[in-house]
């Protein structure tokens, strides 16, 4: 069975988050509902649990294939061409110190474009169910249940003040 | 103003400008054609004619691709007062396509790094010949693509503001991408301005490095400075804060963004040109007095070359207006505190950083021969020509061009830094004296 999305809006952080509780209470997962804001409130005022990700994992990846990439070809270049210069060894790091930083900021930055892409779950062809004044200050809870559950969420949301409480496709 | 005043005014500005702003962008656009006018003049010059050309390039990327370093540097302080002056140098970023067109020409003239002393070495074929030209480009347009990703992220709550002002269709909507603003895009947008920000730094330096390195200090045979890139950067960062000042000061009174631009901002922001003023004079000093007490003929050369010699009025007027005079002034707290006197001042810095730029950069490229052991001779001084005079107008023009155009899309005010400013401070009444207080979350 599809899921639905169920959306209530509230007018106050108060009321949104006694949304939250009811949801927990009601034995709903963390991962089933989303808040919705305008401003990017601190982590935890709605009583919702810390936002896991792994987007710091991405440039430090990229950094070490660019920094791979980079001795590769700073090494390769220096055994490719065995000339010594100012009686310096033929296999040395000062040279390839500039090309190393470089390629190692590449590789962090190519890696967090991809990390964007892959973290923020962005872009969303369609916003689903939303509202165009939570962008104007008011305040969504989107809970994402079972068709047979739609009527309990939406009474959760309702009972906590909502001034709306919107249904569409999870 | 409430929150939702501060939206729907900041966004109805974007949207609509007056009669001044197209008056502003026509006279630029002319100006900007006369520019690319004396470019085509240009072609066909010899490679020591294009040293004004090189100086407004390194111009550009010196005052506008270091300029977002401001906002990136106070963010990552977590500091209040940058709110309202975020967006004004994170705009800067849309100036580095621009001046990615400087840097064309900039490449093919540069000479192959074979018989010349350098920072690279020669390598294996593609880049036995053109190793510079081809991590020169890699670094910048890393730094532009970087601006941009930086300025998208920090700017896409506001472009869902507008796509819902605009009924949820047109670039706002393509812009926003479908941000909906949930807990989870708040916490990676955060994350992401924290990384691309430091990611940023690091390559605005390197890029610096690079730059100041291939394209002035390896022309000039037997210059070997190890300071000199440092005090590229040094000005550069120094411009930035400049140039965000005066950016700030004509959205005060110009723009109409005055309720959005305290004095605490321009006061903020002094105290740190004041620092990037004093370290001017340090970072030079280091160099020079090397090369002073040095005195090899090489060494004497070289401080003719691009202080003393030809060049002399282009360093005085760079080293009195980017040190002696910002300071001399700077240190007064009521000029500190008046955003006229800082734009004054500011204004004055960006003049003598432009004076700076041309002694090194036309000193540079004014050498016929760059494969020589060292600098044996001082050429005579290049003066501008009028296409050079069209290009240095036209490049100026199209920056500010560039900006302005930007604005029309992009909110110049953080709308959301802005709402969410008002979440933590709240007034209250010290005994007798009404302040705000300010709530820290971390």
Redesign the interface.
Known sequence: MANQAVLGLYRTPEAAADAVGNLQQAGIGHNDY??????????GT?G?PP?R?K??VF?FMGAMIGLTLAILEGA??QL??PLV?GGKPILSVP?II??S??LT??G??VF??IG?IF?????????GV?D??????LIGVVCTCPEERVEEVRGLLQRAAAIEVKVGQG | MASEEVARDVLQRTFVKGGRYWQAVAVLAVVFLLGVVGFILKLGDERAQWGYFAATFSYLFTVAQTAPVVSVALRLAKNHWRRPLARASELFAVVGLFNLLFFIPLLILLPSIEGRNTIWILGVWPSRFYTPHIFDTLALVGLVVLGLLFLWTAAVPDFAAAREQRGGRGRYAFLALGWQGTARQWRIQRALLGLLGGLYFMDVLTTHFLISSDFSMALVPGWVDSIYPTFHALTGLQAAVAVTIVTMFLLRTVGGYREYLPMESFWGLSKILLAMSLMWFYFWWSAFITFWYGRLPVEQNIIQLIMFGPYRPFFIIGFLFCCIFAVGLLIWNPLRKSPAAMAAIAAMILVGGFFDRMRLYVASWSLADTTEHELTKVPAAIWPQVPDLLVIAGGLAGAVLVYMLATRVVPVMSIWEMKELRLYQVPRQLVRRRMLSLGKPE
Do not use: K, N
Not at chain 1, 34 to 43: A, K, L, R
Not at chain 1, 119 to 127: H, I, K, M, N
């Open positions: 989303e808040i919705m804001t305008g401003v990017p409130y601190p982590e709605f919702e936002v990700h987007l710091y440039p390769g270049t490719a061409y210069t040279p500039i090309i930083y470089e900021l590449l962090a930055i967090t474009v964007i973290e923020s779950r962005l872009p969303r062809p369609a916003l939303y165009t004044r939570i962008t104007e200050g």
